[in-house]
């Protein structure tokens, strides 16, 4: 068996490193890329959403270079994303390749059993210990924490250096690097290593730069290419941008989520204006532009894959918090069609009425 995965953010660091130690054989997926697009957006259905096109075309590449099992996470509620898996194998099937896939929902929806029987499907093929493989999970969990928590505070500080490029540089060494590690262990002491150099970065703590909250559909936040790299194009703008929504939120997440007690704060903030789930993570957009208003962000760009039916929910939401708390949000629709030049043209607008904002401390809506 050679597996695959999805690219979701920095899950990758983390799955490669538990791979590694089980000595299961596996295929990094390629970073996300416009011949994924263009080979996804061909063989998918027109209507469907923007990820499904990057992953099935990330398959494919995936499978030539020898996959054929290809790991998925579960759904998230009620949105296309429950029937990725269906479509996918269908179209996979009709272009002749065929591959398994082992979908990893969460307990709650396919029962323990269930769940249980998935993981074990994919640990059958290691040949190392139970305690060995329960170990290598754990210490995956670390990883997606680490290396979360690198990206966060790569993000934050780059609006405060003194060395314009210094934390940006840093962050794309430290996943290079990341990647030419073998294991959890190598893995694990590498991103410590980086953790205590982000510390080390010369800052100005007097420079009050411009902070935006990176909102919206999960996919699309976390894959770069899908976003047209908002977040190192703000960093080069010397703006600090934060994103709730990581790898390491959505374990956490999917774990309290049975005991009711995830997301909290992002429930609490969300109740006013939208107080049900509806599918994808509708509901954490609009309880996060809530929040980073309370947490005196400077304004929130949503980005909203073309097709997704729970950002457009959140979208017809979000103008209502804007108007309501004087706190500008930018929507910015991506799909195959998006032209890099119009996109950079709308974020530095957007930048730019922020800055405008702030200098004059001029109170108006958006
Ligand atoms: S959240 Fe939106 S973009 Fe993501 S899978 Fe669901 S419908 Fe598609």
């Not at 990057?54 to 030539?64: L, V």
């Not at 998925?72 to 591959?99: D, F, T």
């Not at 290419?225 to 994103?243: A, C, P, R, W």
């Amino acid at each position: 068996m050679k597996v695959t995965f999805p690219q979701l953010g920095n899950t990758y660091f983390a799955v490669k490193a538990i791979f590694d130690d089980l000595e299961i054989e596996y295929i990094l997926p390629p970073v996300s890329n416009k011949t994924c697009l263009e080979m996804g957006s061909k063989i998918s259905p027109e209507e469907m959403c923007f990820p499904f096109k990057i992953m099935i075309g990330a398959y494919i590449q995936s499978i030539e270079e020898g996959a054929d099992t290809i790991i998925l996470p579960g759904s998230c509620g009620p949105c296309r994303y429950g029937e990725y898996c269906e479509l996918q194998i269908n179209i996979l099937k009709k272009l002749g390749y065929n591959v398994n896939f082992i979908v990893i929902d969460a307990p709650k929806s396919i029962g323990k059993d269930e769940f249980l029987n998935r993981v074990s499907k994919i640990g059958q093929y290691s040949k190392k210990s139970k305690t060995e493989k329960i170990s290598a999970v754990l210490k995956g969990y670390k990883i997606i924490n680490l290396i979360d928590d690198i990206e966060r505070k790569a993000r934050l500080l780059s609006g405060y250096e003194i060395n314009k490029g210094e934390v940006k540089n840093l962050l794309r060494k430290c996943k290079r690097d990341a990647l030419n590690t073998l294991g959890t262990k190598e893995m694990i002491n590498l991103l410590i290593k980086y953790k205590k150099k982000l510390d080390n970065i010369k800052l100005d703590k007097y420079r009050n730069p411009i902070k935006i909250a990176i909102i919206g559909e999960i996919y699309t936040i976390l894959e770069p290419f899908s976003n047209q790299y908002i977040e190192d194009k703000l960093m080069d703008m010397g703006v600090s941008t934060q994103k709730s929504l990581t790898p390491s939120w959505w374990v956490k997440n999917t774990v309290l989520s049975p005991l009711k007690l995830n997301s909290l704060d992002i429930r609490r903030a969300s109740k006013k204006y939208l107080s049900l789930y509806i599918g994808g993570h509708g509901r954490e957009c609009v309880g996060e532009a809530v929040l980073a208003h309370k947490k005196g962000f400077d304004g929130a760009i949503q980005i909203l894959p073309m097709g997704c039916m729970p950002e457009i929910v959140s979208k017809s939401i979000l103008p209502t918090i804007s108007k309501e708390k004087n706190f500008p949000i930018m929507t910015l629709v991506v799909d195959e069609m998006t032209g890099e030049a119009g996109f950079d043209t709308r974020v530095e607008a957007f930048v730019d009425l922020l800055e405008r904002r702030k200098d004059k401390n001029v109170l108006y809506g958006y």
